[in-house]
Each structure stands twice: as C-alpha cells, then as structure tokens.
C-alpha cells in the first residue's frame, strides 16, 4: 500500500510541476502585463513601465523560455514572484488560500459525506418517496450553474433577516469587522453558513447520483445475490456488502472529482465576494498580473494533487486490490 | 401523456436497430419528457419574439424597470428594455453555446481516446499525461486565464474554448472502450487482416461507441450551457453587445432581492434547458448502462 | 420415499411476458444428490433461484415450494432469509462475483454463523470456520486471503465452505464447477460431495455437463423449454432415455472413450418469450406429430409399476431407438499429410507482469510458454491441448500479434520473423484463426456480410468477386446467402459460430486455427459444429490446429494431439495412441479427470494434487513437481532430479509418441491409477 501511495505521490509530483509550467506559460501568453499602462493620460513613461515589467520578470521582450526558467528558479526558492502591485505573490495567496480552504474543507466533507449517505438511503428505498424526492431534487440542482443556488439563498436570508427584523444569517463577505473574542467567531461562523450551503447542496446532488447508480449497479450484480444466499435480506446485503463495493468506482474519478469540488468552491466564494483564490485569479486576468495568475494556477493544481491523493488513500483502505 | 404512451413501444418495435440501447431510449419516459421539453424550448426559442411585439434592443421610455405585465410579460430591466425578449435572445444564444462547443467536445474526446487506446506504446502515454494535465487545472481556472483573450474574439472563440476544457474526462472513458475493443474477437481479427489504425476506428471502434458519444454530447450542451452562464456571470464570458442567459442573470444579480423578474425569468430558463437536455442525456446513458449490465 | 426434504410443485416463474419456468414439480428426499440437466434457456437457473428465494426483481413466482414442509413461495423476505443458511445454502457458478471482493475470506465464511446466531462467540465461531477450512480442505491461512488472491478451485471451496457454515439441510449448486479445469473439477465435487454428506444434506447439482450430473447424481431431472421433460435415477436414464430430447442430448455429447459419429439435434434451444403452445421440443423433435404442437404432454411415469422414471412425451412407448439415430462411421479417403504448413520451434514467450490497472510498469515475468515446438502438416488436425494457464494461447497469439521472442515460426517454410513486411502479412493471411467466442469476435454493428467481407477488403479483392466469395463461404458452413444481411445479434449462437468459421474460410487459408470451437455452445448445437468440422476435415482436406481443453472436442477431431502444462509441452502422440495409453502422469491424471456421460463408468477422479498447494511454479525442474504422484511418491534422489532437471520430449518406443518426464519410461504403474471407484 506504501508503495502504490509513493507511486501516486511522484505522479502527482510531476503532474504538479507540469501543470504549473502550463499555468505559467498560458498566463504569459493570454495576459498582457501592459494592460494598465494604456489610455493613461498622460502615457506613462517607458522608464516607469520597463521598470514595473522588470520587477514581476514579465518584459515581453524577454524570451518566453528564459521568462520561465527565471519564475522557476524563484519557485526553487519559495518565491511566486512579485505581482503588478508590488506584494509579493506568495503572501498574498497565502493570506486569500486560507479563506479558500476553509470552505473547500468544510464544504467537501459535508458535501461527500451527505450526498453518500442521501445515495445510499435512495437505493435502498428505491422508487419510494426520498429516493423520488432526492432525485429529481438532485437532476434539478444539478441543472442550476452554483452563482444561480448562491443568489437563491442570499434572496432567501435577506427575506429571513426582514422578517425577523434582525441579521440572524450574515451573508456578505467573510466578517464583520469590529467583533472581538467569541463574538468574532460566532460571526464568521454565521458567515459561513450560506457559502458552505450553496457549495454542499451542489455536491450533494452530484454525490447522491454517484452513490446511488454505484449501488443500484451492486445491486444487480451477484455480490448481492451471494450475501442474500448467506441468509441477508435485500436490504442488509446491499448495506453491509454493497455500500463499500459501490464506494469504490467512485473514489477512481478523484482527480476530476477533486477539480470539480474546488471550481464549485471557487465560484461560490466569487458569488459571495469573499476575497479568496478566485477573485485573485479574476484580478490577475483583468490587471494583466502574470505572475500572480500562474501563482494561483500553481497553487490550484497542487491542492486538485493533495486532494486526489486524499481520495487514492481512500480508496486503497477501501479495496484490498490495490493493497499490493 | 397517454399518447406517447401508446407510441413509445411501437416506435421501438419499429426502428429497433441493432444493439437495443435506442430502443430503450424510446422506451424511457425520461427521454420523452426530456425531448419534450427542449422541443418546446427550441421551438419556442424560435417563434417566441413573434408572440411578443418588443425587441431585445428596443427602448421602453414609458416603462423602467417594473415587473411583469401584460405590456412586458417579463417585466423590464432600469433602461426599459423588454426581458421576456431579451431572454429569449439569450436563450438562443446560451444553446448555441452548447450547440457548437459539445459536439466538439465529444468529437475531440472520440479521436483522442480512440487514438491513444489503439495506437498504444509512448503515442497513448503522451496523450493520457496531457488529458492528466487538463484535469489537474479546474476547467474554470483556465476559462478564466484565458479570458482576455477571448474577451477579443467573441462568443465562437468562448464555445470552442469551453470545448477545449470539457474532452479530458470522456476521453478517457473511450480510451478504457478502445482499450476493452482492441481485446474484442472482431477488433483483433480485423488487425490480423492488415485493418490501418484508422480503418479499426472508423468500422470497429466508434460505431460501437455511438451510443455513448450521443449521451455524451447531450449531457455535454447542458454542461457547456451552465459553463458559458457561469463565466458570463462573472463578466468573462459572453460580453456585449451579444446577450446570453448569463449576462442577463449578471445584470439581474444584484437586484434579486428587490426586482427579482430580472434574475428569476433568465435563471428559469436556463435550469428549464438544462435540465431538458440532461433528462435526454441520461436516459441514452442510462439505456446504455442497462445493456452493459444485461450483456 | 419418506418425507420428502423438497417439494416442488406446479412452479412457475415469469418475467415479465417471458414464462421461464413452466411448471416443475420435484421432490427430494434428505441426503439425495438430484442432478439438473438442460440446455441454455431450459430454465435451470430461473428455477434453482425460485427454490432458494434468489430471483431478481420483476420476476413472479407462482406454485409451492416446500422445504421441510415450510411453504416458501409467498414469504417475506426476512422469512426466507432467516431459511437462507440453515435451510438453504447456495453454491453459485461463479465465486469471484459472489464473494465480496473487500473481505477476508475467513470473515466471508463466518458471516452467515453470525448472522443465524447471534449469540455466537468470536472464539465459537472461529473454531467453526477452522471446522469448514478443514472439511474443503483449505489451509487454515487462506483464511486472511482476499477471493482474488485465491485460484478458482481454492475460491469455488470457499463459496462451499460460506454455503455449509449453517449445515444447510438442501444443498442447492448452480453450476458449480463450469468456470474450473477438468482436473479442479473433480477435487471440488468431491469437496462438494464430502460436505455435503459430512452434514447430511440433500444436493440439487444443476449443470448443463451430462457428464458431471452422470458422475456424481443419484437422480437426474432434464429440463426443457421450462418443464421437466424426464426424470429417472441416473444409471436409468442414461441407459434408456425416453424422450426424444433425452436421447438427442446423450447421442450429440462427445464421448471422450470413443470417436463416434455426433448426431446434432435440428435447430436451436427455445426462448422463453417465444414459446409456442404444445410440447417444447415439437419444432426440433423428429418424432413429432400434430398432437405434440398442440397440447404440452404431462410427466407422467413409464409403466405402472415404474413410478422412479418420468418422462413427458405423447409418444412414449411408440418410438424406439431410431431417433437420431447414429449415422455409420465415418470412412473418409484421406491423403497421409503433406509438407508441414506451420512449424513452430523452441518457442518461449514471456509475459509482462503488470503491477495492476494503475502502475504502469513490470513488477516481474512469466514464462508463459517454455521451448514449445509445434507442427502442423498440409491436411491434418493437430489439437494442442491443456488446462487455464497452460500456455496454449499464448502459443496461439504468438503466431498472429508475432511479438519478437525466442523460437521461430514458419509458415509454408518461411521464417515469419525473417520475411520482409508486405511477405510477412501475406503469410499470416494465409493462416486464420477462427476465435473462442463468436459474439465476442463479430462487430454487433456489422452486418454478418460485411463481417466475412472484412478480410477480402483488407486484400483489395474486387467487389464483385468478394459477394461472391462471402456467398460461397456461407454455403459451406451450412447458412444460406441471405443471411448476410443480418445483424449478428439476429443469429443463433451457433449461427454465429458458424459465421465466425466461414469468415477464416473466406480467404482460403493454408492452415484454420481453431480457439475453442465449441467452448460455451450448448450440446445440441456444438454437435452440429463438430460435425461440420469433420465434414470439412474429409472432404475438404481441411488444415487445422485446434487449441482446446476438452478432450471430447480432441478425440472427435484430431489426428495428434500435443498436451501443454504450465508452458510446456508434456506428451505428444496420434490421438488413437494418446486415449488408449496416455504415459505422462499428467495426461492420465487430465484423461482420468474428464467427466463421462456414463454412471456405469468410474467416477472423474482427481489424481493430481490439489490446487490449494500450488505454490509459484519453480523454474528450475519439473513444473509439474509439486502436483505430480509420481514425484510425491518418488525417493529422494529421484525428486532431486525432478526439481533441478526439466525433463525434455523423448522419443518412446511408440514412433509417434513423445514424453517429457524423468520416470516415464518405467513408471510404478500403481501411483497413477485413479482411486478407486467411489460412486457405488
């Protein structure tokens, strides 16, 4: 089992490297550090421009190559680069990464452990009213893009908030600012409720599908059929065998699984403006900030990496198969 | 519903072509109410603004912003134009969207698994590291790298982007068929008579993948769909003077809570869409599955 | 017959429109072995999970079952479930799908005690599974093993020990050793035999092999079409069937003993859904009249005074033994063979050990095939013969992907390996290689036309000349031209067999390498293919190498016969010479394994050791060592050779016969004699 983690960790190592070398040359050519030196009136003068392009290493004059090995030798040693505003990238994202995952965190826990145990009631009670319910619930959600579901409930606190003439849900940005001691995490805590929902309920809809077919493709297999043999009944063979057996096509889809959690995360945390990756990534793209973009991108496939090999680990205590 | 009812069967008994899975498509009543629905949709899309006497662009000095009426039906947005019109053009829009960047999607992931899975060797090693590489980066992230650039070239530029970042996955699932095809008795045979990569493809490999492609360029419009509102939504998609369901619901967002018909109408439309299309597309994966399963 | 253990009256099961199970009455007595015969679609399966409460959603189930005079049809699931285990036990075909994949095994075989007694200690229950490790014969450490970390016949001992742990009273077993070697075969149904009479269970042995069901029933039932279309004691049945199917069944199974003519029956096995009315077997019955297609006849007994055998037919009594009646000899004019068309020489192939599906990368190799040489001359049949990981397709393989490895192969005298490209391909499309499963080797989306055209087209034959040429192809292997318009999920299994040997016809090859041809056919129609490819061998010179592990298909078709084991090649003689005195250990003890469609003759017996020692096969010595009676039973200095010196063919004083073993030559005749006769 070591040896097939150790395995999956110099994959994910490479893939890391690779991913942000990708990130790096995309930003630098898709984004124009000039960008926020033009229509100035007066023009800024070249000086200062080759100045600010010589901080952050972005001067397009400079080979694209040399541009890169420049930014990765920078990496060797810690350092993501200097963005337009002349704060060091790493700080930055290192501030914006901790708002991320606290969500992403909280919101995949909840989101993965609800949505299996919604799966698993709806194939056991299959065609009865929760797996109805659950299922069309989910086909819906899964329809409606995240910033839809997180508008859907900022409409819903504000009503909330009226009608109890008080903020009992806090919902813009991360806190309020002058709390202090429990107050201030009680806040933050109220802060968080809203994001984490409209993150959860996509994951749920997305997960209870997964768990469900899973299961309802045990169900029909002679697994099911072996475990009634031994005296189950329809309902204990599926839970006691077929939970785990259906657990474990899933935890193979974990790199896009992974991906697709943080880009949820992503977009509810832009819906709510919290100042976390995303926005960082947003402003990058629209200040033309090469360095913090591939920063992000950088940080962004390392943590899809971490979380896939969460899941490989998973998977590995799951199914003895891999155990080798 | 009474007459799809009795038609459903005899539809199948009728096209029945080889491998069953249409005929349990037509038998799904998923797939019905799915078609239905996006029948309406389309056609509505189509003949709608003939029902409704304002366009999209057009100036209601006499009406800023006030809800739905028998003037608007829809309402209008704070310079008077009409929404019921304007969503519909983005209605249309939004599923061009879908239209153009799903087929691609698929057609890419089609050539890409069937390659990699046939040719083998350093040829499928190299592909797979890049499908790898796509999906280390969220598809949204890279949307969002290369938003400047396709803020210049338009909304074709968009789609075919967003087909870029949506092949990786199906294309390893028809790498994993190709692969389970090449082992198959017709494949090798055709490969001990001489059969070119591309011959296996075209006869063997994708014919047999039919079914699997369609599910997933139907599944694929709705995911484009939701993609192209999502970056919209947040000012890097479609950009004016094109309209989509995604800059409507990026103008309405802000006034949910106090003109709630800017964000509820094109928000409706867009979940009514996806979900049409999503209905159509898992019960073609759904007949799929339950061949594979019954063998 | 006391008090009957099962009783099954007027069962019926439907899916559906689908009427599966068409009223079966069967009654059991405690500790009595009921074998149940038939063919695909005969209902075997639908019934035997009727019995056990097992079938699949959709599916009803009308009639009684009792077991031990509790009625089971219309109980709720908790009901059977608590019967499921003490009652009831189930052996399933295939134990790797059964036996959840994520468990120990040892836990697997404690489950169903925990879950009939609750109050069972961990310490009672592990002396338990000891108990039942014991009675299959298991080693106590398989205990910790996963079911894919265990052989097919060490997991099949696991499904029996999971099904006695409750001491079940009806021991149900649903194909039980269909997926297993011959040689594994017999160890596990004597497993299967041991336990069951250990606990005094009574057996239902459902199988489509009339040889297993011959070797170890007391009683034997043959179903068709739904029904039970005869029923008598065994020794009874097989030596005067009375329904015209029972006969056609026994006279189209090859018999390993001797090379008769097979008489295959007309037609194909019946589909549920399609049922005419009147008896099942009508449309294929050569005896059939206009009052068998209206009403189905009922099982009635023999003779008054014969209530032990059953048969449903109208026409009892008034039909003798000339249905299907077996046609003379064959006397076929055939030239000695010719220059030999395919020499393989000191072939080795090793494979790859791939770590699993997600390393990439080799954790080690297997030598799968080990200095193997292989001759097929102009107009004959060679079979190649030999057990699951024999090495027999790999050798196969090699001829058409021709991987680089050590050894050569020639076609028509030339080195495959040394042609130039555009000689190499003509060369290998003068061999063809007709595959093992016919579904699994046509394209559902072709039609069967385009399916036989395929290789022509790959040739850049012109198209007129190919329409004629798929014709021509049809015809030959007994299907009209007409039928190249269907789709291959349109066709019979048989049908579709056929087509896949018209398609390696079609290019009108030097050599027809033959992969299995009749594994997964039913009886009835792998006699009609059989015979077609021994009508092709006598009047069409038909050059063949035949890979198979059945002896039946060998003795029916082959000229000579070479017999594979772990890699290598163990003994090579004329088929004649090879069934009548087998010499290597191994070939007695696979001849000794295969099951007989005969009570009368002894019991398959398993002569070589169990598989649960099989350890890595050694690569120095002997592979065979570790299973061989000769080698356990041999002094010291002769094991010493054994495990250092991997014995090489050598001649005998049979010309035509070649053996590798050290002992061969004088070997103590009474180490390789089957055990004795247990089934009296």
């Known amino acids: 089992m070591l040896r097939y983690l150790a395995r999956r960790a110099a994959n994910a190592l490479v893939l890391a490297l690779a991913a942000t070398c990708l990130g790096y040359v995309l930003a630098s050519v898709a984004l124009d550090p000039l960008v926020r030196f033009r229509g100035n009136n007066p023009p800024v003068p070249d000086e200062q421009i080759r100045h600010a392009l010589a901080i952050t290493g972005t001067d397009p004059n400079t080979p694209l190559a040399s541009r890169l090995w420049s930014w990765l030798s920078g990496l060797a040693h810690g350092s993501l680069g200097t963005s337009v505003d002349n704060r060091p990238v790493t700080s930055e994202i290192a501030e914006r990464a901790g708002t991320s ?12 452990g609800l949505g299996v145990l919604v799966g698993v009631v709806g194939a056991v009670r299959q065609h009865r009213w929760f797996d109805r319910v659950t299922t069309q619930g989910s086909f819906v959600v899964l329809a409606t893009p995240t910033f839809v579901v997180a508008v859907l409930l900022m409409v819903g606190a504000t009503r909330l908030n009226e009608a109890a003439g008080r903020q009992v849900i806090r919902f813009t940005g991360q806190y309020t600012p002058g709390h202090e001691g429990w107050a201030a995490v009680t806040d933050r805590a109220s802060h968080l409720v809203l994001p984490t929902l409209a993150l959860v309920i996509g994951l749920v809809a997305a997960f209870s599908r997964y768990q469900r077919a899973a299961m309802l493709d045990v169900l029909g297999t002679d697994l099911v059929r072996g475990a009634r043999a031994m005296g189950h009944t329809q309902r204990s063979a599926l839970v006691r065998h077929g939970v785990r057996v259906a657990m ?26 919290w100042h976390g990756m995303g ?3 947003l402003l990058a793209a629209q200040r033309g900030d090469v360095n913090a973009a591939a920063g992000t991108v950088a940080c962004t496939a390392v943590l899809v990496l971490v979380l896939g090999m969460v899941a490989d680990v998973l998977y590995a205590w799951l199914d003895p198969r891999v155990r080798l | 519903m009474t007459t799809t009812n009795d038609v459903r069967p005899l539809l199948a008994s009728v096209i029945r072509p080889s491998g069953g899975v249409w005929s349990r498509v037509l038998t799904s009543r998923q797939a019905w109410v799915g078609a239905t629905m996006l029948l309406t949709l389309a056609l509505w899309a189509l003949v709608g603004p003939a029902l409704h006497p304002w366009d999209a662009t057009y100036v209601d000095l006499a009406a800023f912003g006030q809800g739905p009426s028998t003037r608007h039906w829809f309402g209008t947005n704070d310079i008077g134009q009409d929404v019921y019109a304007q969503v519909l053009v983005g209605l249309r829009k939004s599923l061009l969207v879908g239209l153009v960047a799903a087929p691609v999607a698929t057609g890419l992931a089609a050539v890409v698994g069937a390659v990699a899975g046939l040719a083998g060797g350093w040829v499928d090693r190299a592909l797979m590291a890049a499908v790898d590489l796509m999906l280390v980066i969220p598809a949204f992230y890279l949307l969002v790298l290369c938003s400047p650039v396709l803020a210049r070239a338009g909304w074709p530029a968009l789609a075919l982007a967003i087909a870029a970042l949506m092949w990786m996955v199906m294309a390893r699932v028809v790498r994993g068929q190709t692969r389970s095809l090449r082992e198959r008795g017709f494949v090798r045979a055709a490969c001990f008579s001489g059969a070119p990569l591309w011959w296996v493809a075209v006869r063997h490999v994708w014919p047999n993948l039919a079914s699997l492609l369609v599910a997933d360029v139907t599944v694929g419009v709705g995911t484009a769909v939701l993609m192209e509102a999502t970056m919209s939504y947040f000012g890097i998609g479609v950009r004016v003077p094109d309209v989509s369901l995604g800059t409507l619901l990026a103008a309405g967002g802000p006034a949910a809570a106090t003109r709630p018909w800017l964000f509820f109408f094109p928000a409706l439309a867009l979940v009514v869409a996806v979900c049409a299309v999503s209905l159509v597309g898992d019960a073609v994966r759904d007949a799929i599955d339950a061949g594979g399963a019954r063998g | 017959m006391g008090e009957p253990l099962l009783d099954v009256t007027d069962l019926h099961v439907r899916f559906g429109e689908a009427s599966a199970v068409r009223g079966v009455d069967l009654r059991m007595s405690p ?26 959603r959709g599916a009803t189930m009308t009639g009684s079952v009792r077991l031990d005079r509790t009625e089971l049809v219309g109980l709720d699931d908790r009901a059977v479930s608590a019967l499921r285990g003490p009652g009831v036990a189930m052996v399933f075909q295939d134990p790797l799908s059964v036996l959840n994949p994520l468990r ?41 093993a996963f079911a894919h970390e265990l052989s097919g016949g060490m997991r099949q001992r696991v499904g029996i020990a999971v099904a006695m742990a409750c001491s079940p009273r009806l021991l149900v077993a649903d194909e039980p050793t269909t997926s297993l070697d011959v040689t594994v075969q017999a160890q596990v149904l004597d497993v299967l035999d041991t336990a069951r009479q250990a606990s005094g269970a009574g057996l239902l042995l459902v199988s489509h092999d009339l040889g297993v069901v011959a070797g170890w029933a007391d009683r034997v039932a043959v179903m068709y079409g739904g029904r039970i279309v005869e029923q008598a004691q065994a020794d009874d049945l097989f030596a005067s069937p009375q329904m015209p199917y029972t006969t056609g069944l026994l006279r189209a199974v090859p018999d390993p003993r001797e090379a008769r003519r097979l008489v295959p029956v007309p037609g194909d096995p019946p589909v549920a859904a399609y049922l005419a009315p009147g008896c099942a077997f009508a449309p294929r019955c050569p005896a059939a009249q206009r009052r068998c297609t209206r009403t189905d006849p009922p099982l009635a007994p023999l003779g008054t005074d014969d209530t032990s055998h059953l048969v449903a037919c109208w026409r009892t009594g008034e039909i003798g033994d000339d249905v299907f009646a077996v046609p003379p000899p064959r006397e076929p004019q055939r030239p000695a063979p010719g220059e030999p068309v395919l020499e393989i020489r000191d072939l080795h192939v090793t494979h790859r050990l791939d770590a699993g599906v997600w390393r990439r990368g080799r954790r080690g190799q297997v030598v799968a095939v080990d200095d193997v040489s292989v001759t097929v001359r102009r107009g004959e049949i060679v079979a190649l013969v030999g057990e699951s990981g024999a090495g027999k397709t790999s050798t196969v393989e090699h001829i058409f992907d021709g991987t680089p490895s050590p050894g050569t192969v020639r076609v028509l005298g030339q080195d495959l390996a040394q042609a130039a490209r555009p000689e190499r391909r003509r060369l290998r499309r003068t061999v063809q290689l007709v595959a093992q499963d016919a579904t699994d080797a046509l394209n559902p989306r072709m039609t069967v036309g385009a399916a036989i055209a395929e290789p022509l087209v790959l040739a850049r034959v012109p198209r007129p000349e190919r329409h004629d040429r798929v014709a021509e192809a049809l015809t030959t292997v007994g299907l009209h031209g007409s039928d190249a318009t269907a789709y291959p999920h349109q066709l019979s299994g048989g049908q579709r067999r056929r087509v896949t040997v018209a398609r390696a016809l079609v290019t009108n090859p030097e050599l ?17 293919l059989l015979e077609l490819l021994a009508d092709l061998r006598d009047t069409r010179g038909l050059t063949a190498l035949v890979v198979t592990h059945d002896l039946a298909v060998v003795r029916h078709l082959a000229d000579r016969v070479a017999v594979m084991a772990v890699g290598r090649l163990v003994e090579e003689a004329s088929t004649e010479a090879l069934f009548t005195a087998p010499t290597h250990p191994y070939t007695r003890a696979l001849l000794a394994a295969v099951p007989v469609p005969d009570p009368t003759a002894p019991r398959p017996a398993a002569s070589f050791a169990p598989d649960t020692e099989w350890t890595t096969p050694t690569t120095t010595g002997c592979r ?7 080698f356990a039973n041999a002094d010291p200095d002769q094991q010493t050779l054994c495990r250092t010196q991997p014995p090489s063919l050598v001649a005998t004083h049979d010309p035509t016969r070649t053996v590798a073993c050290h002992w061969c030559s004088t070997p103590p005749d009474d180490l390789v004699q089957p055990p004795q006769d247990q089934s009296t």
């Open chain 1, 101 to 112: 995952l606290q969500l992403l965190v909280l919101g995949t826990v909840l989101g993965v």
């Open chain 1, 248 to 273: 474990v096509p899933m935890s193979t889809l974990a790199v896009y699984t992974a991906g697709m959690v943080l880009a949820g995360a992503t977009i509810t945390e832009l819906a709510f403006s």
């Open chain 1, 279 to 281: 926005e960082y990534l």
């Open chain 3, 31 to 56: 500790g009595e072995v009921v074998g149940l015969v038939g063919e695909s679609g005969a209902g075997k399966s639908a019934f035997v999970c009727g019995v056990v409460g097992l079938l699949p």
């Open chain 3, 104 to 144: 120990r095994v040892g836990t697997l075989v404690a489950e169903p005690l925990h879950l009939h007694d609750r109050s069972l200690s961990r310490h009672g229950a592990a002396t338990r599974v000891d108990e039942l490790f014991h009675l299959v014969g298991l080693p106590s450490g398989a205990q910790q």
């Open chain 3, 512 to 528: 027809v390498v033959l992969d299995e041809p009749v594994a997964g056919l039913d009886v009835s129609v792998a006699a009609g």
């Open chain 3, 624 to 630: 065979l060592a570790p299973r061989c009676p000769l």
